[in-house]
């Protein structure tokens, strides 16, 4: 166990509609990252955030968004959902928000979507 | 903009046996970190280990070390007295400020 939670773990959903992802980092870790894993495109960074801020936007869609509350958990919003968004969702945590090598990441579970 | 390449899909080993990981990537910078993660069935995503490039003695974790030859950029993960549990999915990943830049993966099964 990581200390990293996500909620749902499943979600199935119809296309065009918008669905939240849920993360709550390990206690003490201010930097979340959210990743997208599909067959098509692997392994994605999408956004990362410190301390309710951006600190850095990878090939995030505009009909994606995210956000870190001040309790320090996050949301990933994804909306007018297409078939291709179908994928796992990861968030992970770490303490710092870059750069030291024992700034490492870890790994919640995962939400997995389906898009029918 | 950092790049990260595995150029075997599927690989398998006997039991027992060492096996080999491959990975190569592309970076400008001097500065940055490189990773192994290993993704059971469970799709649970696990650090197997890490690698300062600054850092010229290769990591070692158990039966798992790498061999890292800055030079080359490659980065290429050794499995000894390969376990059943060991079968996975594994990623070489590179970061130099936040984000993980993952290859497309390794799937690893080890036979009995």
């Known amino acids: 166990d990581s200390g990293v939670t996500q909620t749902p773990k499943h979600l199935i959903t119809a296309t065009g509609q918008r669905v939240t992802l849920r993360c709550s980092p390990r206690?003490?870790?201010?930097?979340v990252y959210w990743y997208q894993q599909s067959l098509d495109q692997g392994l994605q960074f999408l956004i990362q955030y410190y301390n309710g801020e951006e600190r850095a936007k990878g090939n995030i869609l505009e009909r994606f968004s995210a956000q870190q509350f001040p309790d320090l958990h996050s949301e990933l919003n994804l909306s007018s959902l297409e078939l291709g968004d179908s994928a796992l969702y990861f968030c992970?945590?770490?303490?710092?928000?870059?750069?030291?090598?024992?700034?490492?990441?870890?790994f919640g579970p995962g939400t997995r979507l389906t898009v029918l | 903009a950092q790049t990260v390449t595995q150029s075997q899909p599927e690989m398998s080993v006997q039991e027992a046996e060492t096996v080999t990981l491959s990975c190569t990537y592309d970076t400008s910078e001097n500065n940055y970190y490189l990773f192994w993660y290993k993704q059971p069935p469970s799709r649970q995503m696990i650090l197997v280990i890490r690698?300062?490039?600054?850092?010229?003695q290769n990591a070692t974790e158990n039966r798992f070390s790498v061999n890292f030859q800055k030079a080359a950029k490659s980065f290429s993960l050794k499995i000894s007295d390969s376990q059943l549990g060991d079968t996975a999915m594994y990623f070489c990943a590179s970061r130099r400020t936040g984000k993980l830049i993952f290859g497309q993966g390794t799937t690893l099964q080890v036979k009995p």
């Open positions: 206690s003490g870790d201010l930097s």
């Open positions: 690698q300062e490039a600054y850092k010229q």
């Open positions: 992970a945590s770490s303490l710092k928000w870059g750069g030291s090598s024992y700034n490492e990441q870890f």
